[in-house]
């Protein structure tokens, strides 16, 4: 389980402590981008008390979303881990979610999305107009990329190792949202399966979002180039 933390410590040892009570067992690793509020050292505590299950890897300044992710990604590889989740630390995911993604894969699944729009909208105190962007972004998605995925920016997501040993991570060229948008499209290139569970996503309660202008932008004309780019590549699975 990778959790990036920017200024998270009203979240952080509760989702910890959640996650931690769930069945089965799951490891967690937070990446910390230096945080003013301190979150880093709220792990460094609970680390004592969670040994060999919590994990955190420090960074020195704020670096962006995807590279916080790649780097996770290849400290798990190197674990050895089956299964490797994405998951934010703002409780607007479910911990008890992770047991059905988790399932997902079990059960067939190479990437399970938490998906806010495989059944309807899902989504819990978001005002109408930041609703509205984030559904037609999916759709926008859709549309330039032929991808299925009825949500696209998710970033709660569980992946069989397979797929993260054989997308080239060093390639990845995205770091805000559009990162979460190019890893389900390179996923589906490659020809893995993939399952969107329905989840109910739930705006924050505590801490500041991190979303800007500059992580949107990235997003609409990345698609595009992404997309383009794909044109002249070939894909295929490790043997």
Request: some cysteine; glycine content about 6%.
């Amino acid at each position: 389980m990778i959790i990036p933390t920017y200024n998270e410590r009203e979240n952080i040892e509760k989702l910890v402590r959640r996650i931690f009570n769930l069945k089965p067992d799951f490891n967690i690793l937070i990446v910390d981008d230096n945080s003013p509020d301190g979150t880093g050292a709220v792990v460094q505590n609970l680390m004592n008390e969670f040994k060999e299950r919590l994990f955190l890897l420090r960074r020195p300044d704020k670096q962006g979303l995807g590279t916080a992710y790649i780097e996770g990604f290849k400290w798990a590889l190197d674990q050895s881990y089956e299964y490797i989740f994405e998951m934010d630390a703002d409780f607007s995911h479910d911990p008890n979610d992770l047991v059905r993604l988790y399932k997902s894969c079990l059960n067939g699944a190479d990437l399970s999305i938490g998906s806010r729009y495989k059944s309807g909208v899902n989504v819990v105190n978001w005002p109408i107009g930041r609703v509205l962007i984030s559904y037609f972004a999916s759709v926008y998605v859709r549309i330039i990329t032929g991808m299925k995925i009825r949500d696209a920016t998710a970033g709660f997501k569980c992946y069989r190792k397979e797929v993260l040993e054989t997308i080239d991570l060093d390639k990845i060229r995205f770091k805000g949202y559009a990162f979460q948008i190019e890893m389900k499209f390179l996923t589906w290139k490659l020809g893995f399966h993939i399952v969107e569970v329905p989840i109910i996503f739930t705006e924050r309660r505590e801490g500041t979002s991190k979303m800007s202008g500059k992580i949107v932008y990235e997003a609409i004309w990345g698609v595009i180039k992404m997309k383009v780019s794909s044109w002249f590549k070939k894909y295929s699975k490790i043997k």
